[in-house]
């Protein structure tokens, strides 16, 4: 994979950020693709842009609002409240949104002359998403090959990676302090640590306790 181009479906967040650092050191030539659909701050999309210009890959935004068209949810509506109850999608669920970014980061890629796209979802914290799934990502690869007839590869380096090991992986990439201090995940636009108690910055701070607490136990090396 050395020698060939790969596209990253980039938000600048934690997940995303580990993905493309696992893309430089893979690729040749890395680009990334964000999509704006409306998220409840900018932030997010600047936030993208600016570890994309500091890592020295190319940066494209892509305008989907108009999913907002179709659904509506708490990442993008400032009167619906982020909750994350047991057994029910959270409301920032947007139905079929994995699939939506990736058929478009699939097209995109073709345009630039790139088979490999790279994506940060995973099934171990998918909370209900069913298009973060091994077996969605699988059958879309298939899809797209047979929609466009291409060879395309889709790399999910953090399918079966809880919170604590994306860290662990972000620390093998070099790259643990870079992605805890530059990168956002916080549903309330706050970065690095975040405000601590949306469910994003839950999962992300709880996935940091724990990996600090296995390195000082001497059980990484
Ligand atoms: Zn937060």
Redesign the pocket.
């Known amino acids: 994979m050395k020698n060939e181009k790969a596209v990253v479906v980039f938000s600048g967040g934690q997940d995303s950020t580990t993905c493309l650092f696992w893309a430089i050191k893979n690729f040749k030539e890395v680009a990334t693709v964000t999509f704006d659909y409306g998220q409840r701050h900018s932030a997010e999309i600047e936030c993208a842009r600016k570890i994309a210009e500091e890592l020295g890959v190319s940066f494209k935004v892509l305008d989907m609002t108009l999913i907002n068209q179709l659904s509506a949810n708490a990442l993008t509506r400032d009167d619906i409240e982020v909750t994350d109850e047991e057994g029910q999608l959270p409301s920032t669920f947007v139905p079929g949104r994995n699939h939506l970014f990736l058929s478009f980061a699939a097209v995109y890629a073709d345009a630039i002359g790139s088979r490999h796209l790279i994506t940060g979802v995973s099934q171990t914290d998918f909370s209900g998403y069913p298009d973060c799934r091994d077996t969605f990502i699988r059958s879309l690869n298939v899809t797209l090959n047979l929609a466009m007839d291409k060879q395309f590869i889709i790399h999910t380096p953090l399918m079966w990676l809880d919170k604590s090991e994306v860290w662990e992986l972000s620390d093998t990439l070099d790259a643990f302090e870079f992605v805890q201090e530059k990168t956002l ?6 970065p690095s640590t ?9 999962l ?1 701070n709880e996935g940091l306790a724990r990996y600090q607490t296995k390195k000082s136990a001497g059980t990484i090396v």
């Open positions: 995940t916080c549903y309330n636009g706050i975040g405000c601590g108690d949306c469910p994003a910055c839950q992300r």
